[in-house]
């Protein structure tokens, strides 16, 4: 089965950086296009970034560019997201999802398999 874990969420100051984990099983990262996707308070979900298995090509959204990093360690077979100069508009729960295709398209392609969310609380 296709499981994914995420974890490293917490609060923070504005300004500040948080690393997300999301923990893949039941797949090779190689084969999948993985990615993050949050949702604010009282806001639909939102594609953050997406990382292409078969190449390693990486898209983001806008608001993402420039601070978030989406990286891989296939050995562990987990993904992460590095979060730096973090706003309190990056308030939201944050989730890890995975595409049964290894390119992702775009920062947020269609996700087959989706994780837990893990709550991530940047203040003012």
């Known amino acids: 089965d296709v499981q994914l874990q995420a974890s490293g969420g917490g609060l923070v100051q504005a300004g500040g950086s948080l690393r997300l984990s999301c923990a893949a099983s039941?797949?090779?990262?190689?084969?999948?296009?993985i990615g993050w996707i949050r949702r604010a308070p009282g806001k639909g979900r939102e594609g953050v970034s997406c990382l292409s298995g078969s190449d390693g090509l990486t898209y983001y959204a806008d608001p993402a560019k420039g601070r978030f990093t989406i990286s891989t360690d296939n050995a562990k077979n987990t993904v992460y997201l590095q979060m730096n100069s973090l706003k309190p508009g990056d308030t939201a729960v944050y989730y890890c999802?995975?595409?049964?295709?290894?390119?992702?398209?775009?920062?947020?392609?269609?996700?087959?398999?989706w994780g837990q969310g893990t709550l991530v609380t940047v203040s003012s």
């Open positions: 999802a995975a595409a049964s295709r290894s390119e992702c398209g775009g920062s947020y392609p269609f996700y087959d398999y």
């Open positions: 039941g797949f090779t990262l190689d084969d999948y296009a």
